[in-house]
């Protein structure tokens, strides 16, 4: 076998993997976007029920619920074959932002919880959902560039940008939880549209 040969062997295989990690994603996507849209719900009804914040504590809830649904869907698909350099880079995105928005809410739980530090209005009132909005959208696009699909690349900077916007006219109130509901269903969206292509 030549080098260009092996070359294009190679490309080809990568090309491949990325289609069917595309196929596969679509059904997590539909997952998380639901997942996503039911607790922005239930937070946002249950705050303006009784005007209080603290059930934002349930988006802690999310991935205990989540991560084991995903489990379920994964057990129930045909092995895909061994791992490759695609799937540990979106395998490592997602984690990156697991972490990332996991910390940050913590931080923030921790912060303001110490007591009238002058940091703490600032950091309350500051944007902790558009941020993690906003790196879910950056997570979704560059997922998007690692499987070449612009379906996944346009909903992720819907997603960030368009809660960012979204947040600064709804406020830090209970209103900004319809910023997660828009993630969910640009998220189920996606998943729908990229089922759909393969």
Not at 118 to 125: D, E, M, R, S, T
Request: hydrophobic fraction near 55%.
């Amino acid at each position: 076998m030549t080098a260009n040969e092996s070359l294009a062997l190679i490309t080809e295989t990568l090309n491949n993997n990325r289609k069917e990690i595309t196929r596969r994603g679509g059904k997590y996507f539909i997952l998380w976007g639901i997942l996503l849209t039911f607790f922005s719900l239930l937070v946002y009804a249950l705050w303006k029920f009784t005007g209080h914040g603290y059930w934002n504590n349930l988006w802690f809830a999310l991935p205990l619920v989540g991560y084991p649904l995903a489990k379920i869907i994964r057990s129930k698909e045909e092995p895909m074959g061994a791992r490759n350099v695609v799937s540990r880079i979106v395998s490592g995105i997602w984690t990156s932002f697991g972490v990332f928005a996991c910390s940050l809410a913590a931080f923030t739980v921790i912060f303001t919880s110490v007591g009238d530090h002058p940091l703490a209005a600032i950091v309350v009132g500051a944007t902790l959902t558009a941020n993690i909005v906003l790196l879910f959208g950056l997570a979704e696009t560059i997922s998007g560039v690692a499987l070449r699909n612009w379906v996944i690349k346009i909903a992720g900077f819907i997603t960030g940008i368009g809660s960012v916007v979204l947040y600064f006219i709804t406020g830090a109130n209970e209103e900004q939880m319809f910023i997660f509901t828009l993630a969910g269903l640009v998220l189920v969206a996606t998943g729908l549209i990229v089922k759909r292509q393969n």
